[in-house]
């Protein structure tokens, strides 16, 4: 009986010890950093300006070495909710998908990453660069994240994609895009909003939009998920 726990003792000694190596390589050999990216959309109607942003917590990081797993994987993970910009009516509104990754190339000039990749063996460095940032600058066009918009609000399979260089296509004369911007902030991660619009969202990212698609279509409306509007 005697050893037999003395072997179960082991066991569970030699158990806690693996864990803790593994724990000690994640830690010590994963890069991670966390921030909050500010996204702010300006749109000219003939009604005035209009504008409206939101804040999407950011961890992002370089995944070096897990015991078990591949290394040298970047990763980004999202909580938050796109930008939700509305006006005349509820069901005429354009809607700005979350962009994983968007903030390191918009600073790269301010962090020291022009011209290289983004898992450069710097990214411990310039991820924590980028995190104290508290500046705000416009996206080149490039960069702009996804545009969309509704024909009816409560009906998903109206999703329809928005040319961010004619918006007047989609919402009629004299709307255009002014401009979108990104920073760094310490603005509370924006919440409720999404939801609040798109009341069919449902709990996982993801969840294709359309409720049913043909394994054939391969169109923009078949591969868009929910994860573009919301993480939890």
Known sequence: MIGKAIKTVLLAALALLAL???????????????????????????????????????VQGDQKLVLGQPGG???????????????????????CSMGAMLAQQVFAPEIGLNGLPITHPDMEVWLKWLAKLRI?????KKLYPLLVTFADIDDPKTVRRVDPDDLAASFGPGVALKSISIEITGEKVT???????LGWL?????????????????????KLRQGSFIRR
């Open 136 to 140: 705000r600058r416009e996206m080149p």
């Open 191 to 197: 919440t409720g909003k999404v939801e609040q619009v």
């Open 73 to 95: 994987r970047g990763y980004a993970d999202l909580s938050g909710e796109a930008v939700v910009l509305e006006w005349r009516r509820v069901d005429t509104c354009l809607r």
């Open 20 to 58: 803790g190596i593994g724990w000690y390589f994640y830690v010590n050999l994963s890069v991670r950093e966390s921030y909050r990216q500010k996204m702010a959309v300006e749109v000219e109607t003939p009604a005035g300006l209009r504008s409206a942003s939101s804040v999407v917590g950011v």
């Open 202 to 222: 449902g709990e996982y990212p993801e969840t294709p939009v359309l409720p049913k698609i043909d394994p054939k279509d391969f169109s923009f409306e078949a």
